[in-house]
């Protein structure tokens, strides 16, 4: 499982189970002795506190995984989780208030409540909504769930033997010690089953939150820790603050640690956006009085994700936690940074002079970035996009700046990364249409808005149609057609081109099963695969979809990008080969725009090459140097056995410069559109005939 546990989020959770079965305990304990009239008041009270603790307790465990990625949960399964813990926890107090119960009634309860118990925390788990799915491993999950009802079945009995049928003997000191004792017992037995069940979880290094909306982990933690101050008050009520010193100095030596905890990052120690909120509102009434203008600089770091998704989240996450201290050492005394989730830090630079300030600390806190970072046995590299916005000439309120800053950011990225921008009127238009179809994206994927459409490929020197190339198409009912290029670069940033991706796929499959129905001669298909599919779990995916679909891997060939290929070139090489291993065909796309490197071009052993329409546009042009590297790419691919294909072509000069240097294969507008998938079993018929000179392939 990758990641490690925040052992200060265990303790509080701990804390939070322990002083919710405390209170219970005192609860349990009265409820025989209670009239019937005050009895279910009672059972209630105990219900609410203990369901509450054990929920809390079970969320602050799930919590304490340090990920790096930014996790959102769903509130209707956080809301479900919370209802089986109330329920679970009503039943316990029920059973425990019987006079006379039966040990195999206590028994049969105990692993009632302990399913109720497993079932609350798994839709925990579930509510990350995590993509790829949560696996787990057997064995530990068989662990996990048998030691939970192993604790159910001792906290049923425990508190069965405390519900006051038998006054407790003793001084009040060693009742209250007793209790502190059985409550600690619990709240450890309770956390160590949920730290046990997440042990049992496999999370993947390219693990990604499918919820662009909902409850953020930040949100839920304090939300939690609010939880544990309700939990250590209602203690104290119903215990009573004079019968349990004890408890009163607990709380009183944890109070500062669970303020601190709710405003800063459980992973670098510094603000978190709660805490960062409140600092900017601040600074806006500061500036309001004295008249200076203030800074808010907004950056992520360019390339982290590459990093955290071959490394590990361990170096992930120590390479954030050196960042941040480099950041910190970068900023004056007075001005303050905070991590705002994933890779996200902000700067708050109060009483500015001039905004050469600003562009200063800027210049330094990209230049301390470039420097390598050796984290444990890796020396990593990474930059930094940093966006700025000015009190009050780019907004006069804490979310307003936040915005501004965060489009500015956008900006710098789009400008070519490890750069700084302030922000301008016309970025916002252009971070609200990010925003917009980042949105509509989701919408998309599950409302299935998407659709393929098929661009031929041709020998190049005959009619003969050669394969088809899958292309993605979206027409939004509100925005329009929309352009690949705009939506597929948004979908990789926000991480929802794996899904896109997985659409693709299966939407391929489909349509060549429909195509074989027909009895439409066979066609291989060619589509691409996107950097962030490269994962550990592609290999897999794939065979489970061709699979499911009941065609042959020969029928398909996926196109990786020159560049996104040299990213990894061990896990390319990898993948390139368990693919080629099971009949799938690989091609290089879009070579001699990114490393063009001929030693990995010969180590990927892949079927083609793809030349970048770019060459291809110059073949009739005057300009020589584009034919030169044209037939020199030819050249090189043919030396390596690999077949080529010339990309983009237009005009009948740029084909017939392409026959005389011997390409194998030509794409483009002259040839073939993009059509959809009726029209191509016309196109496969129309490939039997002489139609090249006719001009048919045109459009």
């Known amino acids: 499982m990758s990641g490690s546990f925040h052992f200060l989020l265990l303790a509080f959770a701990l804390l939070v189970a322990s002083l919710s079965a405390y209170a219970a305990l005192e609860v349990s304990e009265r409820i025989v002795l209670q009239e019937a009239q005050h009895r279910r008041l009672w059972l209630s009270v105990g219900a609410a506190v203990f369901g509450v603790g054990v929920w809390g307790a079970m969320l602050l465990t799930v919590a304490s995984l340090q990920i790096s990625i930014a996790i959102n949960f769903d509130a209707r399964l956080v809301v479900l989780s919370l209802l089986l813990c109330m329920g679970s926890a009503f039943n316990l107090m029920h059973l425990t208030g019987l006079r006379r119960p039966h040990p195999t009634r206590l028994v049969i309860g105990g692993l009632a409540i302990g399913a109720a118990f497993n079932a609350a925390f798994h839709i925990a788990l579930k509510a990350m909504t995590l993509q790829p799915p949560l696996l787990y491993h057997t064995i530990l999950l068989v662990v996990a769930l048998v030691v939970t009802e192993v604790v159910a079945v001792f906290i049923v009995t425990l508190f069965s033997a405390s519900n006051g049928r038998k006054p407790m003997t003793g001084s009040l000191n060693s009742q209250q010690t007793r209790r502190v004792l059985a409550a600690l017992l619990v709240g450890a037995g309770l956390v160590s089953s949920a730290a046990a069940g997440l042990r049992a979880v496999m999370i993947g290094p390219q693990a990604q939150s499918q919820m662009l909306e909902g409850i953020t982990r930040e949100h839920l933690v304090n939300g939690l820790v609010f939880l544990a101050f309700l939990a250590m008050a209602m203690a104290l009520v119903v215990s009573g603050v004079q019968r349990n010193q004890v408890l009163k100095k607990i709380v009183g030596r944890t109070n500062d640690k669970l303020l601190h905890f709710a405003t800063h990052d459980v992973l670098t120690g510094l603000p978190n956006r709660a805490l960062l909120a409140d600092r900017i509102q601040h600074a806006v009434e ?414």
């Open 286 to 699: 500061v500036a309001r009085r004295n008249g200076r203008p203030f800074a808010v600089l907004f950056m992520d770091l360019d390339g982290f994700k590459a990093i955290n998704d071959s490394l590990g989240h361990a170096v992930g996450d120590g390479l954030l936690v050196a960042v941040a201290q480099r950041i910190r050492a970068c900023i004056r005394g007075e001005d303050m940074v905070a991590r705002i989730g994933g890779d996200e830090f902000v700067v708050v630079m109060s009483n500015l002079a001039s905004p050469e300030v600003v562009e200063q600390l800027s210049e330094n806190i990209l230049a301390a970035l470039r420097l390598d970072f050796q984290i444990e046995d890796a020396t990593l590299r990474v930059t930094s996009s940093i966006g700025i916005a000015v009190y009050p000439n780019s907004g006069e309120s804490a979310d307003a700046l936040m915005k501004n800053a965060d489009a500015a950011m956008y900006e710098a990225k789009q400008s070519g990364r490890n750069t700084y921008r302030f922000f301008e009127p016309a970025m916002h238009a252009s971070a609200m249409r990010h925003l917009q179809v980042r949105q509509a994206l989701q919408q998309a994927i599950e409302q299935q808005q998407f659709r393929l459409h098929f661009q031929p490929k041709y020998r190049g020197a005959s009619k003969e149609l050669t394969g088809l190339e899958a292309l993605l198409r979206w027409n939004h009912p509100e925005l329009g057609e929309m352009a690949p290029a705009e939506f597929i670069p948004i979908a990789e940033r926000s991480g929802q081109i794996i899904a896109i991706g997985d659409w693709v796929l299966q939407a391929v499959c489909c349509q060549i099963a429909r195509w074989d129905g027909a009895g439409m001669k066979p066609v291989k298909v060619a589509l691409n695969l996107s950097p962030l599919q490269m994962r550990a779990d592609l290999v897999e995916r794939i065979i489970a979809m061709v699979g499911a679909a009941g065609i042959a891997p020969q029928r398909l060939m996926f196109e990786i990008t020159e560049t996104a290929a040299m990213k990894d070139v061990e896990r390319t090489t990898q993948v390139v080969r368990e693919l080629q291993s099971l009949g799938f065909d690989i091609a290089i796309d879009d070579f001699g725009t990114g490393y063009s490197s001929l030693a990995y071009l010969a180590q990927f052993h892949c079927r083609q090459v793809k030349i970048d329409r770019f060459f291809t546009s110059r073949l009739d042009l005057e300009d020589h140097s584009g034919r030169a590297i044209v037939a020199a790419i030819i050249a090189l691919a043919h030396a390596l056995q690999m077949e080529v294909v010339a990309e983009g072509v237009e005009t009948e000069g740029q084909l017939r410069e392409l026959q005389l240097l011997h390409c194998d294969q030509v794409q483009g507008f002259l040839l073939g559109r993009p059509a959809e998938a009726p029209t191509v079993p016309g196109l496969v018929n129309a490939s039997n005939d002489d139609l090249f000179a006719g001009g048919a392939f045109r459009s």
